[in-house]
């Protein structure tokens, strides 16, 4: 009911122009504030309130915007007693409905006697109330106040306009299961979206309640002004919004149109507004507020470049758990902390995160060792190639521990990072250094503690790459079976789910020490049961590990010429594959979602690529340029890939007999080998090989009388000689070996008959090392022109056989018809009229066609 009458100090009743300014003193007193240390408003005074907060949120009944509009009864004045003294005190005229709270200890001031609120449940903002025509009276009341009298409506002045409601500026609804009640809340606005909870009443609470006083009508007139909680509602609303935004994170991160991505950083804006007016309010008890500051920051770092006020709210966070012993807290906050100490100086980030390994060596936190040393191994990882040293030393110490302690999977999983590092730097004993840790995981591979299914697929994976970088295709397919074996007996297994790209690496827990993980480091460390907590990693989910199986698998059917073009096909799989929207089951940020998106895009480009060096092998030019095409339009990230398809344009231009295109382009500056045979920006061995086969394609294309340059060419092969000849890669070896053998030089550069001997004998051999079946069919076809040409005899006829025959398993248009002339050729010499007329016929119609495909 809204207060009653003013008086002076005589009992007489003040005019309307001073009441604006008094109040009654059993008003003030009423709502006096207790004690403001530590927190006694905040404590959790509902039984049926939420465990976590400790607070209820109530809602105003729907039609709250409609009461406003009703004009304000006058009461009656009453007659008070001589004897009480009356205090002149300043009157707050109640302000417009906003999201805030009273106390009294902040100078706010105190609210005046309403009548008694009607509580609905949110839902009930899925029916809003029907418009109502013009001069139509309002709704009858309820069943449960219809024994109360109406109250009078005598004409008084309109409300002013800052007491007309507002629309919400928030656009989230509010999970029905953080939702409860609590004396007074301010209204929501009828055009807020519907809560997510279903339709009827809060428990506990009628949805209709009836005046207190037995004699007084129900007011029409809310009060404005009301003492609520508001800290439960604005973290509802904030997790309400990073949940929404993660949901579509995937389509958001795929199609980056500007409205979905205007659309998801609302959404993180929005959240973020809520948690700092919710870190801000100084209502928190510690652990919340360190909790909301870890949260608050990782939001900060996932989803933006603010790296400056996450750092302030982590330390803010940092201070908080050390204060009150929240060390569980701590350690999340610091891990965090060294991400984005990272992001801004790597040199000082590597020089704390020592000093926090060397506060949990001393206190004997090993879970939180791990954490830090293989955060710290991946820094270094990042950090370049000349870091790589630092980085394995850090995993064997990770690895030394982990065997101290017998945390078998600890161990294998750093043994299989130290081999991918190996694997990464190709240094001159890589092949051995990789095997070694191979062979270190899998010692204990009988143990069942280390089967799970992403280490066994990560230990099969890196063990195919080192072979298919050792050229040893016999041994590839023994182990592509084993992976394909293991991938099978795992596509519907539940011990690996296909949303999730987590591994749990299970930790001893060491008796009577201290707990250092929670709930609140779910990111990194978990709690498990018994004895047993867990280390949280970063792996391939299901569906990149079958991408990557298709291309490696691609990649061997290379080696087996029974099927032309098979290889095409297991690549479009992958490709097929990795184009599939998966939906995800974890919580994940836009930049997350787009380096997995980027990791596709590459891989799907890195297919595309293979495909085109592929049909260029079957002279079908056409699909060439239909993957330059697709590749182009998928704009792959800034990296290899741009040398990759910067070489792969220069082939085709090349087979399309552009030959002056073609030239320009293997001397484009990526390719580009200084005088001592060292190659310019190259981060990596893939731009090595590059920039050795666009020098050699270079010297072929020169062989033509129309681009000869002698000079060119012999600086060329001085610069090549010492990259070549002692190359680990044996098919590098072979390639060079090949052009070598092909080259026509007038002295003193022309080379003798026994040194192209030499050079087509190394280039066979390595041929049928690694089953090149193209390597092979075009050394047999110039050792058939260098060494038996105008040579009689039954030699040179089998030589030119054996070429034929090996083009035709190549599928190489242009070599086949190659060989076929020079077939025919050996044919006449030896007077075989009819056979060397088949043999031209042959090569002349594989000529046509492939100068047909040439025509794209």
């Known amino acids: 009911m809204p207060p009653g009458p003013i008086y002076d100090g005589q009992g007489q009743r003040l005019p309307q122009s001073q009441r604006s ?187 209709r309640r009836l005046a207190s006083g037995a004699g007084i009508a129900k007011s029409p007139i809310i009060s404005q002004s009301s ?28 199609s980056m149109s500007t409205d979905e991505v205007a659309e998801h950083h609302k959404l993180v804006a929005t959240g973020l507004g809520c948690l700092e007016i919710a870190m801000k309010s100084n209502k928190l008890w510690p652990r919340l507020e360190a909790r909301l500051c870890l949260r608050y920051a990782s939001i900060l770092v996932d989803e933006t470049n603010n790296i400056m006020e996450a750092e302030t709210a982590l330390t803010k966070g940092i201070a908080v758990c050390e204060k009150h012993r929240y060390v569980d807290l701590k350690y999340s906050s610091q891990f965090l902390l060294m991400k984005t100490l990272f992001q801004r100086s790597q040199k000082a980030a590597f020089k704390s995160i020592d000093a926090h390994i060397a506060d949990c060596t001393t206190f004997k936190h090993i879970h939180w060792i791990y954490a830090f040393r293989f955060l710290k191994a991946a820094f270094y990882l990042q950090a370049g190639i000349s870091a790589d040293h630092h980085a394995i030393e850090n995993l064997r110490r990770i690895a030394a521990i982990a065997n101290q302690r017998e945390d078998k999977a600890i161990y294998v999983m750093a043994m299989l990072l130290e081999g991918l590092a190996h694997l990464g730097s190709m240094k001159d004993d890589w092949g051995t250094r990789v095997q070694t840790c191979i062979a270190q995981a899998s010692k204990l591979q009988l143990d069942d503690s280390v089967h799970l299914p992403q280490l066994d697929i990560v230990t099969l994976l890196l063990d195919l790459a080192c072979s298919l970088h050792q050229k040893s295709p016999i041994l590839c397919s023994q182990k592509l079976k084993a992976l394909q074996a293991r991938l099978e007996e795992l596509r519907h297994s539940p011990d690996w789910a296909a949303l999730t790209n987590e591994v749990m690496l299970p930790i001893k827990r060491m008796s009577n020490s201290p707990p250092t ?232 550069h022309g080379l003798s008959i026994q040194t192209v001997k030499r050079h087509i004998q190394l280039t066979v051999g390595g041929a049928q090392q690694t089953c090149n079946t193209q390597c092979l069919s075009i050394a047999l076809n110039i050792m058939r022109c260098r060494l038996f040409e105008g040579v009689v005899g039954e030699q040179t006829v089998k030589s030119a056989k054996a070429g034929s025959a090996q083009a035709k398993r190549s599928g190489n248009l242009l070599w086949m018809s190659v060989a076929e002339g020079m077939l025919a050729q050996s044919y006449e010499m030896q007077g075989a009229l009819a056979e060397a007329k088949v043999a031209k016929d042959s090569g002349v119609a594989l000529a046509n066609e492939a100068f047909q495909r040439t025509k794209v």
């Open 517 to 748: 993980i929670s709930n609140d480091t779910r990111a990194v460390l978990r709690p498990g049961e018994g004895s047993v907590d867990y280390l949280v990693l970063s792996t391939l989910d299901k569906q990149e590990a079958y991408a990557l199986a298709y291309v490696f698998n691609g990649i061997i059917a290379l080696y087996k010429s029974a099927t032309l073009g098979r290889s095409s096909t297991i690549w479009n799989e992958a490709v097929r594959l990795l184009e599939e929207n998966k939906p995800l089951s974890s919580i994940q940020s836009l930049p997350e979602a787009l380096k997995q998106v980027d990791w596709a895009r590459q891989l799907i480009c890195y297919s595309h690529i293979l495909v085109g060096l592929q049909a260029a092998t079957l002279s079908d030019w056409a699909a060439v340029k239909g993957c330059l095409e697709t590749v182009r339009e998928i704009r792959p990230p800034a990296g290899v890939l741009d040398v990759m398809i910067l070489y792969l344009s220069g082939v085709f231009e090349q087979g399309t007999a552009k030959l002056s295109e073609a030239l320009e382009i293997f001397k484009d500056p990526m390719f580009k080998i200084d005088s001592i045979g060292h190659i310019k920006n190259t981060p990596n061995h893939i731009q090595v090989e590059l920039s050795i086969l666009a020098a050699l394609n270079r010297l072929w294309i020169m062989q033509d009388p129309g681009f000869q340059d002698e000079v060119e060419t012999a600086n060329l092969m001085d610069i090549l000689r010492p990259l070549c000849e002692d190359n680990l890669d044996p098919e590098i070896r072979m390639a060079y070996n090949l052009v070598i053998s092909s080259m026509s030089m007038d002295p003193p």
């Open 227 to 254: 003492n609520f909680e508001t800290l439960p509602l604005l973290i509802s609303v904030a997790e309400d919004c990073f949940a929404q935004a993660n949901a579509a994170v995937q389509d958001v991160a795929r």
């Open 21 to 207: 300014h008094q109040q009654h003193p059993q008003h003030q007193q009423q709502h006096q504030p207790g004690p403001h240390s530590p927190f006694p408003q905040y404590v959790n005074r509902y039984p049926d309130g939420n465990p976590q907060y400790g607070h209820q949120v109530q809602y105003n009944h729907v039609a709250y915007s409609q009461q406003q509009q009703q004009p304000q009864p006058q009461p009656q004045p009453q007659p008070q007693p001589q004897s009480q003294p009356q205090q002149h005190v300043p009157y707050y005229p109640p302000a417009a409905p906003s999201f805030q709270t009273y106390d009294g200890a902040y100078g706010r001031p105190p609210p005046s006697a309403a009548a008694p609120v009607q509580f609905v449940n949110p839902s009930f903002l899925q029916q809003p109330p029907a418009p109502r025509r013009a001069g139509q009276a309002p709704s009858a009341p309820s069943p449960a106040s219809a024994s109360a009298p109406a109250a009078p409506s005598p004409a008084s002045q309109p409300a002013p306009a800052a007491m007309t409601p507002q629309p919400s500026r928030l656009s989230r609804p509010v999970p029905a299961q953080n939702i409860s009640s609590a004396s007074n809340s301010p209204r929501l606005d009828t055009r807020c979206p519907p809560s997510q909870g279903g339709p009827g009443k809060l428990p506990g609470k009628d949805s």
